[in-house]
């Protein structure tokens, strides 16, 4: 088929070249860089600095238990956000972890949820604000949560009713992860049942965690979401300490009955975590933030806006 009668040339077979914008994106995105902000919640000493450091393999939080004498006991949760940008092979990664000391530290837990759900929403707040400015910048610094690690204690028995409630209030505003703190304290059989109890009491209280089902998912999507689905909580250990085994330096725990390898999947889950945080599901973790928290929250308060807007044209 020719557009033009007289060449022999078949024109609309020629080749364009607009399958290079992919590679057009990418170099766009290269230079840009990605925004990654995560926030890990649970009660102090189940080692949410230690495995933050773990996955990211740096010293981001000073990891450090609320045994020491110089530090006051906590009455309120605070929340901390530290930012450190992380570059592999030319891609830029910033990493914005946010921690909240604290929670379920006190005797009477009540509310104690509050300031973390009001800072996630915030965020959603601060973002819409700008997007709805006139002169709004074209990229919009983003640090709405992606991702909330949960820390189970690995007690061996079940949830703990606040970390229901918790559970509940999180996954409602955020993709939530939830993992077994400190999992070498359970033997293989302990942590099964621990872990197969914990799903039990998911599902009875209805609540959902991310990945979600998608209407985009192909059979491969599927097929990695039922394994991790399956496979959550991830039942972790987390370690500052390293040794060298052939020649690489592999995270280890070692104490006098002998040494976890952290990174070995017959020791604990840390690797399957890793991989899921940041080898494929990164993306979408940022993309369901987006399109499912984010739209949620901003589908809720534009309707509350426009609602306030007739209500004030009434009078
Ligand atoms: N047994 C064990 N101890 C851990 C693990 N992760 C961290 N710890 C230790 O638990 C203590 C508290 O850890 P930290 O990361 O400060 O806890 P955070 O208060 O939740 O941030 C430290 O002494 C860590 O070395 C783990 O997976 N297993
Ligand atoms: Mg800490």
Request: charged letters at 25%; proline letters at 3%; a negative charge.
């Amino acid at each position: 088929m020719s557009l033009d009668a007289q060449s022999s040339q078949p024109i609309l077979q020629s080749y364009v070249g607009f399958d290079s914008i992919t590679s057009q994106i990418e170099r766009k995105l290269l230079k840009r860089g990605f925004q990654f902000n995560v926030m890990v919640v649970g009660q102090s000493g189940l080692g949410k600095s230690t495995l933050v450091n773990t996955i990211f393999a740096s010293h981001l939080i000073e990891s450090k238990g609320r045994t020491q004498a110089d530090e006051p006991s906590r009455k309120t949760v605070e929340i901390h956000a530290l930012t450190e940008t992380i570059i592999e092979n030319g891609v830029k990664l910033r990493l914005n972890i946010v921690d909240t000391p604290g929670y379920g530290d006190q005797v009477n837990n009540e509310g104690c949820w509050d300031t973390i759900v009001k800072y996630i929403k915030d965020q959603h707040s601060a973002f819409l604000r700008k997007e709805l400015t006139a002169m709004r910048d074209r990229f919009i610094q983003d640090t709405r949560i992606h991702s909330c690690l949960f820390f189970i204690s690995p007690t061996g028995h079940s949830l703990k009713p606040i970390d229901i409630v918790v559970l509940k209030k999180l996954t409602e505003v955020v993709n939530v992860i939830p993992v077994i703190a400190k999992s070498d304290s359970l033997t293989i059989e302990e942590r099964l049942a621990f872990k197969q109890r914990i799903k039990d009491e998911l599902i009875h209280h209805n609540i959902k965690l991310y990945p979600y089902a998608s209407d985009e998912d192909d059979l491969q999507d599927q097929t990695l979401n039922e394994t991790y689905q399956a496979m959550i909580p991830f039942a972790v250990v987390g370690s500052e300490q390293s040794i060298i085994v052939d020649g690489k330096p592999v995270r280890v725990r070692q104490n006098r009955w002998g040494v976890i390898n952290v990174e070995n999947e017959d020791h604990c889950e840390f690797i399957h975590l890793r991989n899921f945080l940041t080898r494929t599901h990164l993306q979408d973790l940022i993309e369901t933030t987006s399109m499912i928290h984010y739209e949620t929250f901003r589908s809720k308060q534009l309707m509350a806006l426009k609602e306030s807007g007739q209500a004030g044209q009434g009078h």
